[in-house]
C-alpha cells in the first residue's frame, strides 16, 4: 500500500496570522485537503503560537471526529509538559515528538535516541498508556535504529530536509535517499514502522516512494501549500496523492 499523505497545516495557520482576520481557514483549508482524498492533518503546536494556535487543535479533533471519521490527526513537537497534556487532552491518532528548541523556525534534526533515553522512554510509555502511537523524528542513520526501538516507540519518522534541499542537485539527492532508504531498512528490521516529513514535493516524492515502499505515511506542509497558491488545495491533494502512488 502506498504511504499515507498527512497535511500539515501549518504554513497555512502562519499566513492566516499575519493579519487579526479568520483567514485563510485552517479547518476550512483542511475539510477540503480531507474531501480531497488526503489520509490526515498534522499540526505543530509551538509555545509560541505563531502559526498553529492551541485553539485550532481543538477544531481540527473536531472536523475530523465529524466528518472524516477514518482520517488521522497527529500532532507532533517538543515533549514538554504543556504539550503532553495538549495530547493527552485532544486524543491525536499519532503524537510525533521532535527534538526542537521552542525558538526554532522549522524542525531541523532528529533526536538523539541513546543520549536522550532518559528523557524519550518515560514520555513514549505515558504516551502508550494513553493509547496514543508515537514515532520519533529521526535523522538517516542506520546505526541508531535499535537505540530508536528501544525507547518503545511505534514508528520514526524520517527528517527528509537534505534531500529535499538537493531539489537542483540530482546527484547529491541520490547520495541523501540512499541514507534515508537504509535507515528505513534498519528501522523496519527493528520493529519499527517508517514516516517522513519535510521538504517533501511532487518532484521528490515519487523516487522517495519507489527506493522506501514500505513508507507507512508522509507529512507534507510548506511545499502543498505552495502548490495550492498555484493549483487549489483540492487540485494539489490529487497531485501529492498521485505522487505517493495511489
Not at 481543538?58 to 482520517?71: M, Y
Not at 516512494?209 to 506542509?221: D, F, N, T, W
Request: proline fraction near 7%; charge should be negative; glycine fraction near 8%.
Amino acid at each position: 500500500m502506498p504511504a499515507k499523505l498527512s497535511v500539515n497545516v501549518n504554513a497555512i495557520a502562519m499566513l492566516r496570522n499575519r493579519r487579526d482576520l479568520p483567514w485563510p481557514s485552517v479547518t476550512g483549508l483542511g475539510r477540503i485537503a480531507l474531501a480531497a482524498g488526503a489520509h490526515g492533518l498534522t499540526v505543530h503546536p509551538r509555545p509560541d503560537q505563531r502559526h498553529i494556535r492551541f485553539s485550532d487543535v481543538p477544531e481540527i479533533r473536531a472536523l475530523i471526529d465529524d466528518e472524516f471519521p477514518k482520517a488521522e490527526f497527529n500532532i507532533e513537537g517538543y515533549p514538554s509538559e504543556d504539550f503532553l497534556q495538549l495530547v493527552e487532552k485532544h486524543q491525536p491518532e499519532q503524537v510525533t515528538l521532535v527534538p526542537d528548541d521552542p525558538s526554532q523556525a522549522t524542525s531541523d534534526h532528529g533526536w538523539d535516541f541513546a543520549g536522550q533515553a532518559s528523557l524519550l522512554k518515560p514520555v513514549v510509555a505515558r504516551l502508550k498508556k494513553g493509547g496514543f502511537r508515537v514515532s520519533l523524528f529521526s535523522d538517516a542513520d542506520p546505526a541508531a535504529m535499535s537505540a530508536a526501538r528501544d525507547t518503545g516507540a511505534d514508528r520514526i519518522e524520517l527528517f527528509t530536509g537534505p534531500y529535499g534541499a538537493c531539489f537542483d542537485d540530482s546527484a547529491k539527492a541520490a547520495k541523501e535517499l540512499e541514507k534515508l532508504a537504509k535507515t528505513a531498512e534498519a528501522a523496519l528490521a527493528a520493529g519499527l514502522a517508517v514516516n517522513a516529513g519535510h521538504d517533501l514535493v511532487v518532484d521528490n516524492l515519487p523516487l522517495l516512494m519507489k527506493r522506501i515502499p514500505k513508507l507507512a505515511e508522509v507529512s507534507i506542509g510548506h511545499g502543498l501549500t505552495a502548490d495550492a497558491l498555484e493549483h487549489g488545495m483540492a487540485g494539489t491533494i490529487r497531485r501529492y496523492i498521485k505522487a505517493c502512488g495511489w
